[in-house]
């Protein structure tokens, strides 16, 4: 059993950035790779970052390169989202997952199904 709390979330105008934490607990930290996915209103869950169990693997949905950073500290247990250039189309509730049954072969990282656990998430809302 993993609990995961989200947290970093606000009101930021377009341009600016945010730092997204997700803090876990209750089972080894290092054994889980994390995602973040976002979900606007009206619209499904999607994937925005996912980071192997090492941080040395990562990859993204195509319209947050370069502009959004996932990372993970092993001794904190925490993974981390730093968006920067945020748009209002970035405007969502974010949610960390994490998950023992990553592949890095395809593109199953990016499924909701790959994922055993959630966070209650977190709103960011950009303004124009």
């Known amino acids: 059993q993993v609990q995961l709390v989200e947290s970093g979330g606000g009101l930021v105008q377009a341009g600016g950035s945010l730092r997204l934490s997700c803090a876990a607990s209750g089972s080894t930290f290092s054994g889980y790779a994390m995602g973040w996915f976002r979900q606007a209103p009206g619209k499904e869950r999607e994937f925005v970052a996912v980071?192997?169990?090492?941080?040395?693997?990562?990859y993204y949905t195509d319209s947050v390169k370069g502009r959004f950073t996932i990372s993970r500290d092993n001794v904190k247990n925490t993974v981390y989202l730093q968006m920067d250039s945020l748009k209002p189309e970035d405007t969502a509730v974010y949610y960390c997952?994490?998950?023992?049954?990553?592949?890095?072969?395809?593109?199953?990282?990016?499924?909701?199904?790959?994922?055993?656990?959630w966070g209650q998430g977190t709103q960011v809302t950009v303004s124009s």
């Open positions: 980071i192997s169990r090492s941080g040395y693997i990562t």
């Open positions: 997952a994490s998950s023992q049954r990553i592949s890095w072969i395809g593109s199953t990282y990016s499924l909701t199904p790959t994922y055993d656990y």
